[in-house]
């Protein structure tokens, strides 16, 4: 199992527009990806409904994580994405 933890970017946290992008990208990822409050179970990562129910907030630590092969990478990316509250994952990273 990788994981990363970070600390959410986005003032806002994981709501709305910020949850969307996140979604987008963990969709992307090409791995199956969870996220979890730092105290939470984890849940789909590519799932709207179960990301906004986190309720993470701006300055929360979440958890992203993924046992499946070469998810390095994409986790960094997501991590990255999160944690400066990018408004898009970049291209490189």
């Known amino acids: 199992m990788v994981e990363r933890r970070v600390t959410v970017g986005w003032a806002e946290g994981l ?5 969307s992008i996140f979604v987008r990208a963990a ?6 990806v969870t996220i979890a409050k730092a105290d939470g179970n984890p849940v789909n990562a590519a799932s709207m409904l179960a990301v906004l ?5 701006g300055g929360d630590e ?7 092969d070469g998810a390095d990478v994409p986790l960094d990316r997501l ?6 509250g990018l408004e ?3 291209e490189t990273v």
């Open 27 to 32: 969709t992307a990822a090409g791995v199956p």
């Open 88 to 90: 898009e994952l970049p």
């Open 79 to 84: 991590a990255k994405l999160v944690s400066e």
């Open 53 to 57: 129910g986190l309720g993470a907030k």
């Open 15 to 19: 709501h709305a527009r910020p949850a």
């Open 62 to 68: 979440i958890v992203l994580a993924s046992d499946a």
